[in-house]
């Protein structure tokens, strides 16, 4: 092929999805990597499942090139944890295509048990997700 006819390189792509480390989250950047995606993966605590993912994710690639992937770990909920992941996000990636907002804290056990801190962390953020520290009062 002449320089005319050669295809422009593709860009790749990244996303960055929040409670990777188990469940829906682990399943998802799995996907999002073998899509082609470059990933970073969040939870809240280093886990060995975490770094599990980050391994199996890098270990994807080609024989050249193995998938990018890096975790971030904190608190999702946190307005300047999730600015400091999308800012390493961009900065080891160029840009952030896809942001999956998968944290979640799941009560196991009926409502009526439950104290007012886990309902603070697994409804309030639904109730009022951009403002993370709002009251609950504000919803009367």
């Not at 829906?24 to 899509?35: C, E, N």
């Not at 499942?49 to 391994?55: A, I, K």
């Not at 104290?115 to 009062?137: C, E, G, I």
């Amino acid at each position: 092929l002449n320089d005319s006819t050669a295809r422009p390189a593709i860009r790749r792509r990244s996303a960055l999805v929040t409670g990777a480390a188990s469940g829906m989250g682990y399943a998802i950047a799995l996907r999002l990597a073998a899509d082609g995606f470059d990933v970073g993966v969040n939870d809240l605590r280093d886990t060995p499942e975490l770094r599990g993912l980050v391994e199996q994710i890098r270990s994807t690639g080609n024989d050249v090139q193995g998938k990018r992937c890096i975790p971030f770990v904190g608190d999702a909920s946190n307005e300047e944890v999730v600015r400091e992941m999308v800012e390493g996000m961009v900065k080891e990636f160029g840009e952030l295509d896809v942001m999956v907002a998968n944290a979640g804290i799941v009560l196991l056990k009926p409502l009526l048990q439950s104290t007012p801190l886990p309902f603070k962390f697994s409804v309030r953020p639904l109730m009022f997700p951009h403002h993370p520290k709002a009251s609950l009062d504000e919803c009367s």
